[in-house]
């Protein structure tokens, strides 16, 4: 069983940066592939950015050149850091882990999911 906490959520103004958190417990997560999802009030949820267990990124094209996932395995951990925010990007964010290690863009392939964070940016 893994459990997933999702920290680091908050208002922030247009243009400006913010970095959440993925703390992991119960398994060492290092073998799996992690995802970041948002999900808007009202809308479907929807893939931002993965890493796989060897450390490829994926990225949704919204997001490109704006947003960097990473992970610290000895902390087991992971990141995503937002710049150059837009009111577009707000929406709750929730960290998923894939026992598969792949880092899917599909939600269906995440086996363990945390309670989300609350990212708002301001115009």
């Known amino acids: 069983q893994v459990q997933l906490v999702e920290s680091g959520g908050g208002l922030v103004q247009a243009g400006g940066s913010l970095r959440i958190s993925c703390a992991a417990s119960g398994r060492t997560v290092s073998q799996y592939g992690m995802g970041w999802f948002r999900q808007p009030p009202g809308k479907e949820r929807e893939f931002v950015a993965g890493i796989s267990w060897r450390g490829i990124t994926y990225y949704t094209d919204s997001v490109k050149g704006r947003f960097i996932i990473s992970r610290d395995n000895a902390k087991n951990t992971v990141y995503l850091q937002m710049n150059s925010l837009k009111p577009e990007d707000t929406a709750v964010y929730y960290c998923?882990?894939?026992?598969?290690?792949?880092?899917?863009?599909?939600?269906?392939?995440?086996?363990?999911w945390g309670q989300g964070t609350q990212v708002t940016v301001s115009s």
């Open positions: 998923a882990a894939d026992y598969e290690g792949t880092a899917r863009a599909m939600a269906v392939a995440y086996d363990y």
